[in-house]
């Protein structure tokens, strides 16, 4: 019956190994859990997907990325085998068809995936419970089991939580990994409470993959020889069309670009892959390689989990992995096919002792923070360690992989350069060492924590903690000589000037740094205008906005994230070199006028910045340095991290977000489709709409209030915790600055095109930025989503992004006491209300003559006669208040598909409650809570804006 199965559903013969027959065998008997070590490509999945295609009911899947996820459920689909995934980024109206599916009597589903963080999440706990309950579940899975332990390189958090999950399911688990020491075995099975499992552990040897170490340093050209290298591998030296391709591992970003370009001039198609890309060009960079156009990927270690391609013949690490497991994994990649295949390090002691630092900073910060040790601790460095004496050592390469692994050490047979070449390595090992002597005799500087010289970071902007790999740094690590550096900006410019002939005299272009901050930093799309001129102007326009912002008390480090917003703004509208530079020098002179206190000081009829532009002079070393070329500890590294903005926002803990965003100004004016097309940089929301102020300022001559975001901000920390919100509104400040003005606007709202208004971002961004009908993504969950992101070790940006956030708690009490509160029934009122509506005009706002000035006054003094019972009407503020109060636990509770939507539907509401007639506080809040409860009494889950299309009937 199995191999019938085998057969007819998954289209095999045989099984692959014994072991695989083995592991099936046992699975399907559901007497024992199971427990599975095999080699990366050994067919693991098959082992519960098989079972779970033979079994009653339903085999739950846990598994760590949405990416790896969605690999295996377009698999399974292929083969007509019911399987899905519920995830943040599924469509709501498949998540809806998938939920009826498990709601009914007999599911069709076989397998359903799922990440950890969506596991403990209380939204899906409902299903969970439900199926659990009518026994409809067959199997736990816990797919790359060694993210369970907190000795795993790949330690998840949220993993820990599905040894309770397992428990309380009572079904057999099977827990599959592809790299487990004996220590993260046991702990394995410890943490998931497998009970006496059976153990399937196979040899980690793998005999088509030969291993060898390159010492950096001593080559005379390192990207010469790696080219070599892959040519041999992909067997292109004799046969230039072979089918072959090949991965080259990075840390940093910065890396991964300079090499891909390398490796393309010398002659081979290779890419670079990063979390820095675009999603949209991530994934096109990965189909172009798994397509075969492009042979080369050059990649972040956030490229390759759950990248099945049989066809890798190499893979080579540019940089040191971060630890033996993590190697084997990698490196495991290749030769999937059982062909010959080969991995290689290109090892330099630099990479060692900066990765080194990193990880013990790492691991201090962490003991600081939790103010203990923690044996885990020492694995991270123990097995950093043991990635180095693989490197280092005169032996067999596949015996130090077997050994660490538990395992006897194999019969290699030549597949390693130590055992093929034992003088070889001996000899390069020399040469290294002595070149190591001679470099630290003649190196002065000063040694510093761990022996770690800080000169070698050569500064950069962000900080660096050892979890993230993938972070794009200036000279660290990838290429660390600055003379290399230089050598490829000289090849650069002369390729250009080579272009320059043939492209009309088009001018040398050198690429940014890494550390560089600008938006679309190396876009050419201004003829003539060089990053260096960007960055400068950037410099002036921060130095602009830092001394604009510095009655907000806003930090350097924010005036510098809306600097790049304005100043890319500014670059993509300018067509020429000059009329840019106009732009910026205009926004800084308008900028530094408004800027109370400080004068422009002229030299020579022109000011500094003005002469300054004109003579391309660098950016002024003095503070902007520091934050440019100090070394920011770990702990800032989140805060530093670019963040998408727009419809969620990543990392955030805080259920209230969206109650905070509602009241946050849309971004509008000049340039607000390009905010929206494209994620910004290191801005926070409120960052971004000063920028936006910012850039509207040029078209008026308003002076914008910095101070009113912090006033929303506290708003909303209200609306929160359900205090009186107005308290900060100030009665006598009647004045609605810009930003207000045109959250008040209810134009966007009134469209009915259906196109979404000012601050909505286009669905695109939206899904870029991880809108998501669960509710915003992030690493960890909860409450304690900070801790446990600190507690991630070496997960990549990648990896950030696909994890799912377990979901906002429910209705809090203080809601549930205001929703009390509020039981004032609608009925007589509400013809009341309606009766009056048409004779009563709305409150007034005023625009001044012209629009020359943006900002309006608002008058909230009641213009039809006060209700006796209702002295002070409502304002729209308040109701807004009221409307988010109310509307937040449906939002929490999932009941809208995006936070957008409910953004939208608070101020369409907020606005309709106001709208006609004043009203008193308890009738708002009654007529709130009724009009909410109606709509969600008809409309199970908010999808789009038409779902209330019919509310303003329905309030009549
Ligand atoms: N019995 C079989 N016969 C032939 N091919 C098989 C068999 N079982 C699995 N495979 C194929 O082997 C490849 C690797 O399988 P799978 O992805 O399950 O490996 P894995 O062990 O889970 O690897 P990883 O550790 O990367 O998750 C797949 O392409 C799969 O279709
Ligand atoms: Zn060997």
């Given at each position: 019956r199995l191999k019938e199965t085998l057969k007819t559903h998954f289209g095999f013969e045989n099984f692959r190994s014994k072991l695989q027959e083995d592991v099936v065998k046992a699975v399907v008997k559901r007497d024992r859990d199971v427990f599975v070590c095999m080699p990366t490509g050994a067919g693991k999945s098959l082992c519960y997907q098989l079972p779970a295609v033979l079994a009653q009911g339903i085999t739950l899947v846990v598994s760590p990325l949405i990416a790896l996820i969605q690999d295996q459920v377009d698999r399974l689909k292929s083969l007509n085998i019911p399987a899905?995934?519920?995830?943040?980024?599924?469509?709501?109206?498949?998540?809806?068809?998938?939920?009826?599916?498990?709601?009914?009597?007999?599911?069709?589903?076989?397998?359903?995936?799922?990440?950890?963080?969506?596991?403990?999440?209380?939204?899906?706990?409902?299903c969970l419970t439900g199926l659990c309950s009518r026994g409809l579940l067959s199997y736990l899975a816990v797919d790359e089991a060694h993210c369970v332990s907190q000795w795993g390189h790949d330690f998840r958090p949220d993993y820990l939580k599905l040894g309770s999950l397992r428990a309380r399911l009572g079904i057999p688990c099977l827990a599959l990994t592809a790299t487990a020491p004996k220590n993260v075995q046991d702990d394995i099975v410890k943490s998931l409470c497998l009970s006496s499992p059976l153990s399937f552990v196979s040899p980690v040897f793998r005999s088509n993959l030969h291993y060898d170490v390159i010492f950096r340093e001593i080559l005379p050209n390192p990207y010469v020889h790696l080219y070599a290298f892959i040519k041999k591998a992909l067997g292109q030296e004799n046969r230039p069309n072979s089918q072959g391709c090949g991965i080259v591992y990075c840390r940093t970003r910065e890396g991964c670009e300079s090499l891909a370009y390398q490796l393309t001039k010398l002659g081979i198609l290779a890419k670079a892959y990063h979390a820095g890309l675009k999603a949209g060009d991530r994934t096109e960079v990965q189909n172009e390689w798994m397509q075969g156009k492009v042979l080369v990927i050059v990649a972040t270690i956030s490229f390759g989990m759950g990248v099945d391609k049989a066809t890798v013949r190499f893979v080579a690490h540019w940089n040191l992995p971060k630890s033996l497991a993590s190697y084997y994994q990698e490196s495991g990649r290749a030769g999937r096919d059982g062909l010959p295949s080969w991995c290689r390090i290109y090892y330099s002691p630099k990479d060692k002792e900066q990765i080194s630092f990193l990880i013990r900073k790492e691991v201090k910060r962490r003991q600081?923070?939790?103010?203990?040790?923690?044996?885990?601790?020492?694995?991270?460095?123990?097995?950093?360690?043991?990635?180095?004496?693989?490197?280092?050592?005169?032996?067999?390469?596949?015996?130090?992989?077997?050994?660490?692994?538990?395992?006897?050490?194999?019969?290699?047979?030549?597949?390693?350069?130590?055992?093929?070449n034992p003088k070889a390595v001996r000899a390069q090992l020399e040469r290294a060492t002595a070149l190591s002597t001679t470099t630290q005799a003649q190196s002065e500087a000063p040694k510093g924590a761990f022996g770690f010289q800080p000169d070698l970071y050569e500064g950069g902007k962000k900080g660096y903690g050892f979890e993230r790999y993938d972070e794009s740094e200036s000279g660290r690590g990838e290429d660390d000589s600055t003379k290399r550096k230089k050598e490829f900006s000289e090849l650069f410019r002369k390729q250009m000037g080579l272009r320059k002939a043939g492209d009309g005299g088009r001018q040398d272009f050198v690429p940014p740094d890494a550390s560089c901050p600008l938006?679309?930093?190396?876009?050419?799309?201004?003829?003539?205008?060089?990053?260096?001129?960007?960055?400068?102007?950037?410099?002036?326009?921060?130095?602009?906005?830092?001394?604009?912002?510095?009655?907000?008390?806003?930090?350097?480090?924010?005036?510098?994230?809306?600097?790049?917003?304005?100043?890319?703004?500014?670059?993509?509208?300018?067509?020429?070199?000059?009329?840019?530079?106009?732009?910026?020098l205009?926004?800084?002179?308008?900028?530094?006028?408004?800027?109370?206190?400080?004068?422009?000081?002229?030299?020579?009829?022109?000011?500094?910045?003005?002469?300054?532009?004109?003579?391309?002079?660098?950016?002024?070393?003095?503070?902007?340095?520091?934050?440019?070329?100090g070394f920011t500890p770990a702990s800032e590294l989140y805060s530093m991290k670019r963040k998408r903005v727009g419809a969620g926002q990543r990392g955030s803990s805080d259920p209230f977000q969206a109650a905070r965003d509602l009241l946050g100004p849309p971004v509008?004016?000049?340039?607000?489709?390009?905010?929206?097309?494209?994620?910004?940089?290191?801005?926070?929301?409120?960052?971004?709409?000063?920028?936006?102020?910012?850039?509207?300022?040029?078209?008026?001559?308003?002076?914008?209030?910095?101070?009113?975001?912090?006033?929303?901000?506290?708003?909303?920390?209200?609306a929160k915790t359900s205090h009186n919100i107005s308290q900060y509104f100030p009665k006598e400040k009647q004045q609605w600055t810009l930003e207000e003005e045109e959250w008040l606007d209810p134009a966007p709202f009134h469209r009915s095109d259906g196109k979404e208004g000012g601050d909505q971002p286009s669905a695109p961004a939206a899904e870029a930025a991880g809108a998501s009908p669960m509710g915003s993504e992030g690493r960890g969950a909860g409450a304690g989503g900070g801790d446990s992101k600190a507690e991630v070790v070496m997960i990549s940006d990648d990896d950030a992004e696909e994890q799912t956030r377990a979901e906002p708690e429910s209705t809090t009490e203080q809601n549930?006491?205001?929703?009390?509160?509020?039981?004032?029934?609608?009925?007589?009122?509400?013809?009341?209300?309606?009766?009056?509506?048409?004779?009563?005009?709305?409150?007034?706002?005023?625009?001044?003559?012209?629009?020359?000035?943006?900002?309006?006054?608002f008058n909230p003094t009641p213009q039809v006669r006060a209700l006796p019972q209702e002295p002070s009407p409502v304002t729209l503020k308040e109701a807004a208040d009221v409307v988010v109060r109310y509307l937040d636990p449906f939002y929490t509770q999932g009941k809208f598909a995006s936070k957008e939507l409910f953004k939208a539907f608070a101020r369409y509401l907020s606005h309709l409650l106001t709208e006609g007639r004043s009203r008193g506080r308890s009738q708002v809040r009654a007529q709130a809570k009724a009009l909410i409860n109606s709509f969600f009494s008809r409309v199970q889950r908010c999808e789009s804006e038409a779902d209330w299309k019919d509310l303003r009937r329905a309030r009549s």
């Open positions: 899905c995934s519920i995830n943040s980024k599924l469509p709501v109206g498949e998540r809806r068809l998938i939920l009826a599916d498990l709601g009914s009597s007999s599911p069709k589903l076989k397998l359903l995936y799922i990440t950890p963080e969506m596991v403990a999440s209380p939204s899906f706990q409902p600081e923070k939790r103010g203990c040790e923690k044996d885990t601790d020492r694995a991270a460095i123990t097995d950093f360690e043991a990635m180095v004496s693989f490197c280092v050592q005169e032996g067999c390469r596949h015996a130090a992989i077997s050994r660490f692994f538990g395992n006897t050490a194999p019969s290699c047979a030549g597949a390693c350069d130590f055992c093929r938006r679309d930093a190396s876009s050419q799309k201004v003829p003539g205008l060089t990053v260096k001129a960007r960055e400068h102007c950037l410099s002036l326009l921060q130095e602009a906005l830092y001394g604009q912002q510095r009655a907000a008390e806003t930090s350097r480090s924010d005036s510098l994230a809306a600097a790049v917003d304005v100043e890319h703004e500014v670059f993509v509208s300018s067509k020429s070199s000059n009329l840019y530079k106009a732009a910026i205009k926004k800084v002179s308008e900028l530094k006028k408004t800027t109370p206190g400080v004068e422009t000081t002229k030299v020579g009829g022109e000011s500094r910045p003005e002469r300054e532009l004109r003579q391309e002079a660098p950016p002024s070393s003095s503070s902007v340095s520091e934050e440019l070329l509008c004016g000049p340039g607000s489709a390009e905010m929206k097309s494209t994620p910004p940089p290191p801005v926070t929301r409120g960052i971004q709409a000063r920028a936006s102020a910012v850039s509207a300022s040029s078209h008026s001559s308003s002076k914008v209030d910095w101070g009113l975001n912090r006033r929303q901000q506290k708003l909303a920390e209200a549930k006491r205001e929703e009390e509160e509020a039981t004032a029934p609608l009925t007589s009122q509400t013809g009341d209300v309606e009766e009056k509506r048409d004779s009563s005009p709305p409150p007034k706002r005023s625009r001044s003559a012209g629009g020359s000035s943006r900002r309006v006054s």
